[in-house]
C-alpha cells in the first residue's frame, strides 16, 4: 500500500479512500469457472480490517518499467527488486549476462496463475483441507532445488536430462511407449524401422492428450522422432525442436515451483507432482559429471569460519552458464586479486617463501641456539627418566633373583 500525499491525489478518485488494483482480488462470489478480473474502473463499498505489517520510509520504494518487470517475470504488487547502482563492475557483469542471454531469444517460463474455484460440481467447497495438506509436502522446495541444480549444468547435461525428463512424463504418452523409446535410445545402431512404429505409435498416443502441455508435448515427441530419423537417414535435424524440449524441461520445473506455491490455495495436483521428483532427481544425477549448484546458504557458514576453498569453488563453477555462477566467479576472482580470499596455490607459494627466508650468519646462529635450548632441555628430562627407569628395573631384578635362590 503507498500512502499518496493529498496534493498528488487523482482527482477522478477525490471521492475515494483508497484505490486497489484487479490483479490483487484472489477471490469474486462471481469466479464459478476462472478467475474473471473487471476490465474497468469498478466502486466498491468495503468493510475490513486494514493491517501493516510493515512500513517502508519515502524513497525506499521505486517503481519499475512494467517492461523491465515482466522481462524478469515480476509481479506488481510489492515484488522485492535489487538495483545495482553502486558497483559499476557488478552492473556492467550483469548488462552484457542479460545482453547474451537476450540474444539467444531466451522465453519466459513463467506458468500461468492458478485458480480452483469455490463452486464445483453445483457444490460449495466448504473446506480447504486438499490444499492445506498439499502445501505441507515440500513440492516447492523439492522442485526449487531441482531447477537450481539443472539450470547449474552445462547446456549440453541440461539437453541430455530434457530428452530423458519430459517423454512420459505429462499424460497422452503411454508408458510402453516411452519403455520402447528409452530402449532404442540405448542401442548404438537403432533400427529404422523400429523408429517408423514408434512415430507411428507416438501419433496415436498424441489424441489422448487434453492438457495443453501434454498437447504441446505430444506433438514435441512426434516431431522429436521425426528429427531422431532424419539423423539415421544422414539429413539435417532441426535444431527447433531441441531448443523446444529444453525449454519444456524448464518449463517442468517452472510449473512444478508454481504447483507447490498455490498448492494452500489452488488445487494444483501436488501430490502428483511430487510423485515425479524421485525419478527426476535420479535422472539428474545419474549423468557423469553432475555437479550441484555451489551457491548456496552452505557457503556463508564457510566463508564465516574461514573454510571456503576458491579453487574447489571455482571448479564447481565452471560450465554453469547461469548468471549467479557468472556473478559469483567473477566475485571469487575479485576476491582473490584483492586478496580478500587466497586460493591453495597463494596459500602454497606463501608457505614456500616463508620457507627460503636468507639469514645472515649472526641470525643462523642466534636461531639454532634458541632453538638448541629446548631441545637438550627435553634430552635431559628423557635421559633422566630412562636412568630412573632403568636403576628400578636392575633393582626389582635383583630382589627377584636373591627370592629365587
Not at 6 to 34: I, N, Q, T
Request: aromatic share 6%; hydrophobic share 40%.
Amino acid at each position: 500500500m503507498i500512502v499518496v500525499p493529498d496534493e498528488m491525489w487523482p482527482a477522478d478518485f477525490a471521492e475515494r479512500g483508497v484505490v486497489m488494483s484487479a490483479e490483487d482480488v484472489k477471490c469474486h462470489s462471481y469466479w464459478l469457472e476462472e478467475k474473471d478480473r473487471v476490465k474497468a474502473d469498478t466502486a466498491l463499498e468495503c468493510v475490513g480490517i486494514l493491517q501493516a505489517t510493515e512500513v517502508f520510509a519515502p524513497g525506499s520504494l521505486v517503481a519499475v518499467p512494467s517492461v523491465e518487470q515482466k522481462m524478469l517475470d515480476g509481479d506488481f504488487d510489492g515484488d522485492t527488486v535489487v538495483i545495482i547502482g553502486d558497483q559499476p563492475r557488478l552492473y556492467e557483469h550483469v548488462r552484457q549476462f542479460d545482453a547474451q542471454l537476450q540474444a539467444r531469444g531466451i522465453a519466459s517460463m513463467k506458468p500461468p496463475k492458478s485458480h480452483t474455484p469455490a463452486i464445483e460440481k453445483s457444490g460449495y467447497q466448504f473446506t480447504r483441507s486438499k490444499q492445506i495438506l498439499s502445501a505441507t509436502g515440500l513440492v516447492l522446495e523439492t522442485y526449487s532445488c531441482l531447477q537450481r541444480n539443472v539450470l547449474a549444468q552445462p547446456l549440453e547435461a541440461q539437453r541430455w536430462f530434457a530428452e530423458r525428463a519430459i517423454f512420459g512424463t505429462y499424460e497422452g504418452i503411454h508408458n510402453e511407449l516411452k519403455a520402447d523409446i528409452r530402449a532404442l535410445l540405448q542401442e548404438d545402431r537403432p533400427d529404422g524401422q523400429a523408429l517408423h512404429e514408434l512415430i507411428a505409435r507416438a501419433r496415436e498416443d498424441s489424441k489422448a492428450a487434453r492438457h495443453p502441455v501434454a498437447c504441446e508435448l505430444a506433438a514435441l515427441l512426434v516431431a522429436e522422432l521425426q528429427d531422431w530419423n532424419l539423423q539415421l537417414n544422414s539429413e539435417p535435424a532441426h535444431e527447433q525442436s531441441e531448443v523446444k524440449l529444453h525449454e519444456s524441461a524448464i518449463n517442468l520445473l517452472s510449473v512444478g515451483i508454481k504447483v507447490g506455491t498455490d498448492a494452500y490455495k489452488s488445487d494444483t495436483g501436488a501430490r502428483v507432482f511430487m510423485q515425479k521428483t524421485t525419478e527426476l532427481q535420479r535422472l539428474l544425477e545419474q549423468r557423469p559429471g553432475f555437479k550441484s549448484a555451489p551457491y548456496v546458504k552452505a557457503q556463508a557458514a564457510k566463508l564465516h569460519q574461514g573454510r571456503f576453498d576458491v579453487d574447489g569453488s571455482l571448479a564447481d563453477l565452471k560450465d554453469n552458464p547461469t548468471l549467479a555462477a557468472s556473478v559469483m566467479e567473477a566475485s571469487i576472482r575479485l576476491a582473490v586479486e584483492k586478496r580478500i580470499l587466497l586460493s591453495a596455490l597463494a596459500i602454497s607459494a606463501e608457505d614456500d617463501r616463508a620457507s627460503t627466508i636468507t639469514l645472515s650468519s649472526e641470525q643462523a646462529l642466534e636461531r639454532a641456539r634458541l632453538e638448541a635450548a629446548p631441545a637438550e632441555a627435553q634430552e635431559s628430562a628423557i635421559t633422566k627418566n630412562c636412568a630412573c627407569g632403568c636403576r628400578a628395573f636392575a633393582a626389582g631384578r635383583h630382589r627377584g633373583e636373591g627370592a629365587a635362590s
